[in-house]
């Protein structure tokens, strides 16, 4: 039965198991196109490197024909001979440089026939006058050796026909060399990236230690004595500002009910202390530590009474009033808690101002936002895997379409 399956049956393919970083070599020599055009280019190189073993024998033959014997004038041989001799040298550096190389791959020809068609080009350019002048007295020989350039360009511009021909085959080859390339560089991608998720695990990992930890230092800062103490001072502070404040305004309805008498009095005897009143009460009240306004007022008070000041009767009984109400004692315990409420406002706001802890918070909380920012970075990268097995697949399957072999790609991240 298997005698007949192998008889009538289709031939399963090959398979091989082929290494990627060996793969490149193993196809040189498994894909036909390749190896036909190396036999082809070989041949090539072996036909041109004898027509240049011959041309340089004809050279050399040309080199030394006589133009003696010539019936012409003895200035034309002499010009004649000069150019032959430049056409020679010019020749068998030609030569040199159309020696085909000895690697036999097909960009290696593809090289070789630019530079051959430029060389001749080159040569034919420089050559022509040379040549023109010593075929005057000089025939076959020159004539032979053009015949052996001709059959050498012949030569290698079938070779050109050749791989232009194979060109489709040949870029096949070429996009499945450029595909093994990729996968070795998205082999490479891979690894790379494996590394990087892991690097990013890692740093995710990291900060969120960072990110515990600053939310536990938070927690304790609000919990600490010293936010409870600003918490505390900001209250009396608060308490503070308002008793003073009501104080202020005490002192400023004292003295704001007498003003005109003040004023009046001020114009009869001015001086300091008056004046000082009158520029501010709250002031000059702090400055005034024996309170002589209390005497002052006594005085304007006996005048008012005597009618030594102007004062209109309307407003004397109401100024009378606020005169009564300037005596010591009640002038002296406003004195001493309004100064009190300035010093302990003060020291308050010092201590508001000293107590960091908010800052401490704030800054905490700042790098609070900047790690979870960071976490959200991180988080949100996309890398992005190559399907590798995808690529090997169809680089098999271009090479089994190639060669007719199946080739199992190996390769330890392909596993």
Do not use: H
Not at 258 to 271: C, G, I, P, Q, S
Not at 276 to 295: C, G, H, P
């Amino acid at each position: 039965m298997n005698f007949l399956k192998n008889i009538f049956g289709k031939k399963e393919p090959d398979v091989e198991f082929v290494d990627l970083d060996e793969l490149d070599a193993w196809l040189v020599n498994r894909v036909d196109i390749l190896k036909n055009l190396k036999i082809t280019i070989k041949e090539c190189y072996d036909e041109v490197r004898t027509l240049m073993e011959e041309t340089e024998k004809k050279l050399d033959v040309l080199s030394t024909v006589s133009v003696e014997e010539e019936q012409v004038p003895e200035k034309l041989k002499q010009i004649v001979k000069g150019n032959r001799d430049i056409y020679v040298q010019g020749c068998s550096i030609l030569l040199r440089k159309l020696a085909p190389p000895v690697i036999t791959d097909y960009k290696t020809a593809e090289e070789y026939i630019e530079k051959f068609k430029e060389e001749i080009n080159s040569f034919n350019k420089k050559g022509a006058r040379n040549f023109s002048i010593a075929q005057n007295l000089i025939g076959k020989e020159l004539v032979s050796i053009v015949d052996s350039l001709k059959e050498m360009i012949f030569i290698v511009k079938n070779l050109k026909k050749r791989l232009e021909e194979d060109k489709p085959k040949l870029q096949e080859y070429e996009d499945v060399l450029t595909k093994i390339g990729g996968l070795r560089k998205d082999i490479l991608s891979c690894r790379e990236n494996e590394n990087y998720q892991l690097m990013m695990v890692e740093e995710v990992s990291r900060l969120k230690e960072e990110q515990e930890r600053i939310e536990s230092k938070i927690s304790k800062l609000k919990k600490s004595k010293d936010l409870l103490k600003l918490e505390n001072d900001k209250v009396n502070l608060r308490d503070i500002e308002i008793s003073k404040q009501n104080k202020f305004d005490k002192i400023i309805d004292l003295f704001s009910k007498v003003d005109k008498a003040l004023k009046k009095y001020n114009n009869l005897n001015e001086n300091e202390l008056i004046t000082a009143y009158l520029k501010s009460s709250t002031n000059a009240l702090k400055q005034d530590r024996d309170l002589q306004i209390v005497e002052t007022a006594r005085k304007i008070k006996t005048m008012i009474d005597d009618r030594k000041l102007d004062i209109s009767d309307d407003k004397r009984v109401r100024i009378l009033e606020g005169l009564t109400k300037l005596d010591k004692d009640s002038l002296y315990g406003l004195r001493i808690a309004f100064i009190e409420a300035e010093k302990e406002e003060e020291v308050l706001r010092k201590r508001v101002l000293d107590n960091k802890i908010l800052e401490d918070i704030k800054e905490e909380e700042m790098r609070l936002k900047e790690i979870k920012d960071e976490i959200k970075k991180e988080k949100n990268k996309e890398i992005e895997f190559v399907d590798l097995e995808k690529e090997k697949i169809e680089i098999q399957t271009d090479i089994l379409r190639m060669t007719g072999t199946e080739v199992k790609i190996e390769n330890e991240a392909l596993d």
